[in-house]
């Protein structure tokens, strides 16, 4: 061994900087001090609906698990966001929670109730497909939560939306520049 060897003994490959997947502000605390039922309704749509938190966070896990060795780079990205999406769904939840309901895995519209369900994510398994597939996924949810903000009127509810909907904008932003890459 010569001296270059033995300087490298040890030696640490560069960190790899990580592909950021939330916005940068810090989450507003959820504290709801009005109950509401009406507002439970947008908000299970938003859990549970098959363009829901649930699915998203299925989806993702999935789609990571099945491009690991192919895309390693990509599938590491949609775990980290699938995580993201789970904190998202715990913000859900306390807010229903906080408006009298409990976070059901079934969206409720038009007096119907849907329980959340296995066929509700995409499991195409071509790389092209899943990425347009949660590019617009992100965009649609991303759309609905500014919606959201803007017509619910507790603020605090508003807020967290909102502040959700920034990490959708991050999402859509990484998808966007994946599809342009592949
Ligand atoms: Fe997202």
Known sequence: ?????????????APVEKIAVTAASPYPEVNITM?????????????ASAGGELTAIYQYVYQSIMIKESHPLISETLM?????EMHHLNLMGQMMKGLGGSPRAVSNFAG???????TMPSYTKDIKRMLQVDL??????????????????????????????EDEEVHIAIFEKFIAEL
Do not use: C, F
């Open 112 to 118: 119907r109730s849907t329980p959340w369900n296995g």
């Open 1 to 13: 061994m010569n001296s270059r060897n033995i300087r490298n003994v040890g030696a640490q490959p």
């Open 35 to 47: 109950k509401n039922p009406q507002l439970l309704i947008p908000l299970s749509l938003d859990l």
């Open 80 to 84: 980290r966001i699938a995580i993201v």
């Open 136 to 165: 617009k996924g992100e965009q649609d949810t991303y759309h609905r939560y500014l919606l959201q903000s803007h017509r619910i009127s507790d603020p605090n509810i508003s807020a967290v939306i909102h502040r959700i909907a």
